[in-house]
Every structure is written in structure tokens, then in C-alpha cells.
């Protein structure tokens, strides 16, 4: 069974960084797209970037380049968003996803920024 | 970026009753369009990938059509569980965006 497990809960302040992550297991971790998406609580879904852990290609939607990373660890099957200086408008639920048609999804981060 | 316009944004239907919403793409983007549901608090769900195909697992009830710029979630008999927001996602190309979601009330 594919699952991807998230890590838990974070506060932070305003310019702080922050490192979530993304256990994936029950596939071939390098062989498909994992993908991160945004939710502001009560609001819809947003697109934040996606990376191949089979050579690391990364590709990010614009509007939140050079704000966020997103790396992985193949030897963990691990992916990971991080941010250098985080601010009070990347308050939010954090997911992953596993495959183009996202059929795999993490449980979520909710980040909270304040 | 493709810009995915879903319509209604609210529908209120009463249970059994056939539920049919859409999502417009601003570019062509063939069949690379997929659709998820999501219940308050829970992580999104496959229901339909790829325009057309149902993901595993997936009630029948639920199907998708469309191509091009034009595509369709219809829920054929709606169940009291199927109270969600559903959005719809290109894949066509980067930035990947979502539609702004369809929240179904049952009635």
C-alpha cells in the first residue's frame, strides 16, 4: 500500500525557517513525480512546485519560487518544503502528493506562522 | 499559467438526485485533467483522473468526460457521504493548477 506520512504541526515566527517532510513508502520512490500543495484554511487548493526523486528535477509555480525548496532524500524516500524566512501568509496546511493525477496524499502540515 | 474556472461554485442537491458540474480550462490542455474530493479536515481524493478514467476504489456513481478546454464531474445518484468541495487539476503544464472548487450540499 502506498502511503506518504507528513510530519506533525509547526509554530514559528515571523523570519524563521522551517523544514517539513514526506515519508513515502509502498512504491519506488524514485520513479514518480512528488508534488506539494498549499490550503489556507477555509480556501481552495494551490499548486506549489513538484520534484522527480529519480534525478531531483524540480520545477515551481512562480508564485512561490525562490520562497520555498523543495529537495529529497532517496535514502529515506523522503521529500521535503522548507523555507528560509518564513512569513504570516504561508500560514497554511501543507500536502503532498504522490503521481501526476495525485492519487496518494499525505495527511497534511498545518504550519502556522504568528 | 492555465487558468481552471469551475462552475457552480454551490450546488444543494437532495439525495438520489444526478449532480453535474464543470471545469473550463483557458488553454487546451487535451485530457490531462483530474478530479478530487474533499471532505472538511480530510486530505483531498482521487475520484476521476485523465479526463475520463475512475481511480480504484472509486463509487461508479462518480464519471468525468470532456477534452480540450471543457470538462465535466457528474455524480449519477447522490449519496449523503458525497456532501464535499470538489476540485478539478491540470496536469498539461507547469505551473499544474487547480480549479476554486464546487462545494455540494445535500439537501
Known amino acids: 500500500e502506498v502511503q506518504l506520512v507528513q510530519s506533525g504541526a509547526e509554530v514559528r515566527k515571523p523570519g524563521e525557517s522551517l523544514k517539513i517532510s514526506c515519508k513515502a513508502s509502498?512504491?519506488?520512490?524514485?520513479?514518480?513525480?512528488i508534488a506539494w500543495v498549499r490550503q489556507v484554511p477555509g480556501k481552495g487548493l494551490e499548486w506549489m512546485g513538484i520534484?522527480?526523486?529519480?534525478?531531483?528535477?524540480?520545477r515551481y509555480n512562480p508564485s512561490f519560487q525562490g520562497r520555498v525548496t523543495i529537495t529529497v532524500d532517496t535514502s529515506l524516500a523522503t521529500a521535503y518544503l522548507q523555507w528560509a524566512g518564513l512569513r504570516a501568509s504561508d500560514t497554511a496546511k501543507y500536502y503532498c502528493g504522490y503521481k501526476e493525477a495525485i492519487e496518494v496524499w499525505g495527511q497534511g502540515t498545518m504550519v502556522t506562522v504568528s | 499559467d492555465i487558468v481552471l474556472t469551475q462552475s457552480p461554485d454551490f450546488l444543494s442537491v437532495s439525495p438520489k438526485e444526478r449532480v453535474t458540474m464543470t471545469c473550463r480550462a483557458s488553454?487546451?490542455?487535451?485530457?490531462?485533467v483530474h478530479w478530487y474530493q474533499q471532505k472538511p479536515s480530510q486530505s483531498p481524493k482521487l475520484l476521476i483522473m485523465?479526463?475520463?478514467q475512475s481511480f480504484s476504489g472509486v463509487p461508479s456513481r462518480f464519471s468525468g468526460s470532456g477534452s480540450g478546454t471543457e470538462f465535466t464531474l457528474t455524480i449519477s445518484g447522490l449519496e449523503p457521504e458525497d456532501a464535499a468541495t470538489y476540485f478539478c487539476h491540470q496536469s498539461g503544464t507547469t505551473p499544474w493548477t487547480f480549479g476554486q472548487g464546487t462545494k455540494v450540499e445535500i439537501k
Open positions: 520534484i522527480y526523486p529519480g534525478n531531483s528535477n524540480t
Open positions: 509502498g512504491y519506488n520512490f524514485l520513479d514518480y513525480w
Open positions: 485523465y479526463a475520463s
Open positions: 488553454q487546451d490542455i487535451g485530457t490531462l
